[in-house]
T-cell receptor, first 115, second 116 residues
Framework: AQTVTQSQPEMSVQEAETVTLSCTYD???????LFWYKQPPSRQMILVIR??????QNATENRFSVNFQKAAKSFSLKISDSQLGDTAMYFC????????????FGGGTRLMVKP | ETGVTQSPTHLIKTRGQQVTLRCSSQ?????VSWYQQALGQGPQFIFQ???????GRGNFPPRFSGLQFPNYSSELNVNALELDDSALYLC???????????????FGPGTRLTVL
């Protein structure tokens, strides 16, 4: 079974600064996907970024980028130029390849962006 | 493009009752997954439906059941409600080919269930 761990329950950052959220996972699989989802107070889970394990290049989406370290089983999210709208719960999630679409989520990190 | 929708938004039930939650998948998606998110925790996978059949299940008892309809919408049914069933129930849709996911899951806004 896979497990996903987010060791930072809460973090805060000043507007316009950079913050990094940590995620580690445990799996014996070689092919899988990793995701970061954002859940604002509106509750809707929104995809932030996705990484395929077979790709060595780290995924980027505008101000969001990841540091994927496969050997270390680490998948951190960097948010640059933080904005007030980035305030939300952030969840790291794992999905095995060729095993349906069951996502295994971490416990989440609550990020507060301060003006 | 229509996103994932869920109804109702909120629901209050008493212990022992039965509840049905509904989900309409995003246009073009044929797979629906359900997740339970307890307060302050990450979502947990309940089950997935593809081609109107259950296609994967998490560690939930049989009193959690579901349906998928020909238009790919879905229902989650929970019988004999317990206090611990109080949670946010999230539905997610995606596109699968021959049962394998080929795209990212997109989530609905959830249904907040309170069991008294």
């Amino acid at each position: 079974a896979q497990t996903v761990t987010q060791s930072q329950p809460e973090m805060s950052v000043q507007e316009a600064e950079t913050v990094t959220l940590s995620c580690t996972y445990d799996t014996s699989e070689n092919n899988y996907y990793l995701f970061w989802y954002k859940q604002p107070p509106s509750r809707q889970m929104i995809l932030v970024i996705r990484q395929e394990a077979y790709k060595q290049q780290n995924a980027t989406e505008n101000r969001f980028s990841v540091n994927f370290q496969k050997a270390a089983k680490s998948f951190s999210l960097k948010i640059s130029d933080s904005q007030l709208g980035d305030t939300a719960m952030y969840f790291c999630a794992f999905m095995k390849y060729n095993a349906g679409n069951m996502l295994t989520f971490g416990g989440g990190t609550r990020l507060m962006v301060k003006p | 493009e229509t996103g994932v929708t869920q109804s109702p938004t909120h629901l209050i039930k008493t212990r022992g009752q039965q509840v049905t939650l509904r989900c309409s998948s995003q246009s073009g998606h044929n797979t629906v997954s359900w997740y339970q998110q307890a307060l302050g925790q990450g979502p947990q996978f309940i089950f997935q439906y593809y081609r109107e059949e259950e296609n994967g299940r998490g560690n939930f008892p049989p009193r959690f059941s579901g349906l998928q309809f020909p238009n790919y919408s879905s229902e989650l049914n929970v019988n004999a409600l317990e206090l611990d069933d109080s949670a946010l129930y999230l539905c997610a849709s995606s596109k699968a080919i021959q049962g394998e996911v080929t795209d990212t899951q997109y989530f609905g806004p959830g249904t907040r269930l309170t069991v008294l």
